[in-house]
């Protein structure tokens, strides 16, 4: 899998996502130092919520609970403004905010990766995704991996339109079809 390259970090749009409505929610689990040391927490990633230990991990397999990152933006830098500027450090900042998803929630991201030989084709596909099917999933890096087979494990995602982000960068509108 390859990252699709972007400009910053992660952004996320909720649609239409029941879990902000309905409670479950997880915001009380700190990033697992060891997953986190080097990576950033961004929005938009699917994330195994390991709640007995109060960890948030990447998603590897289905032995945990896997949840989609939200977390409010801050700003850090007033000469960076805007969302792709956005993380959370795995070990001294905020706590994430993840939302467990349910069958029909909606949200807009690009912290995506793809399986296509390279990103053009990657874009190509995303243009045709009402005639062939993309799906999404988790990934061992956080991202959600869109391919045309269904995830093994997790949420499986429906690419429903290729948008933008309030910046006006790539985005892509997915829907959730199975928990």
């Known amino acids: 899998m390859a990252r699709l390259q972007i400009d910053g970090y992660g952004q996320i749009e909720i649609n239409n996502c029941a879990f902000r409505r309905d409670g479950r929610i997880e915001a009380q689990c700190a990033p697992d130092t060891t997953d986190f040391a080097t990576a950033k927490l961004e929005n938009g990633m699917l994330l195994a919520v390991d709640a007995a230990n109060r960890k948030i991990k990447f998603a590897v397999d289905s032995s945990l609970p896997i949840a989609l990152n939200y977390s409010a933006e801050h700003m850090y ?22 939302g467990y998803l349910a069958i029909g929630d909606k949200f807009t991201t690009k912290c995506v990766s793809y399986s296509e030989a390279s990103e053009s084709a990657f874009i190509e596909a995303l243009a045709s995704y009402k005639t062939t099917k993309l799906y999404g999933g988790a990934s061992s890096d956080g991202t959600i991996a869109v391919s045309s087979s269904k995830p093994s494990y997790g949420p499986v995602l429906e690419v429903i339109e290729k948008t933008t982000m309030p910046d006006g960068t790539l985005g892509i509108k997915f829907r959730c079809i199975a928990e």
């Open 77 to 98: 830098d007033e000469r960076k403004p805007g969302l792709k500027n956005f993380y959370l450090n795995g070990t001294d900042d905020f706590f994430p905010r993840l």
